[in-house]
Nanobody
Framework: QVQLVESGGGLVHPGGSLRLSCTAS????????IGWFRQAPGKQREGVSC????????RYSDTVKERFTISRDNSKNTVYLQMNSLKPEDTAVYYC????????????????????WGQGTQVTVSS
């Protein structure tokens, strides 16, 4: 099973940017669906972005569309989440998750469809 480690979180002012990294070990990521999720205090974990092994567009939730960009570098076995125009409501612990099972479009933001999870990285957006 793949092991995932997130990094890149921190404190940023509203309107700022951060780039999160999700680096894998134990397996190569190019055969996995990778999702980024986040969980704010008192709220359910929500999916924000997904990149797949299939040849279609990366997916984003409506709350982050046009602000966040997901990408993968198979040579580094790493998936990135570039976050721009950050808002206080983006404050959360961000997790990357992976599965080598087929995930339908309707399930890409369903946490239970993912088998492996990182430990999370805190993102705080505050002035």
């Amino acid at each position: 099973q793949v092991q995932l480690v997130e990094s890149g979180g921190g404190l940023v002012h509203p309107g700022g940017s951060l780039r999160l990294s999700c680096t894998a070990s134990g397996s190569t990521l190019d055969s996995y669906y990778i999702g980024w999720f986040r969980q704010a205090p008192g709220k359910q974990r929500e999916g924000v972005s997904c990149i797949t092994t299939a040849d279609y567009e990366p997916r984003y939730s409506d709350t982050v569309k046009e602000r966040f960009t997901i990408s993968r570098d198979n040579s580094k076995n790493t998936v990135y989440l570039q976050m721009n125009s950050l808002k206080p409501e983006d404050t959360a612990v961000y997790y990357c998750a992976a599965t080598d099972s087929v995930v339908t479009i309707g399930e890409i933001f369903t946490a239970q469809r993912y088998d492996s999870w990182g430990q999370g990285t805190q993102v705080t957006v505050s002035s």
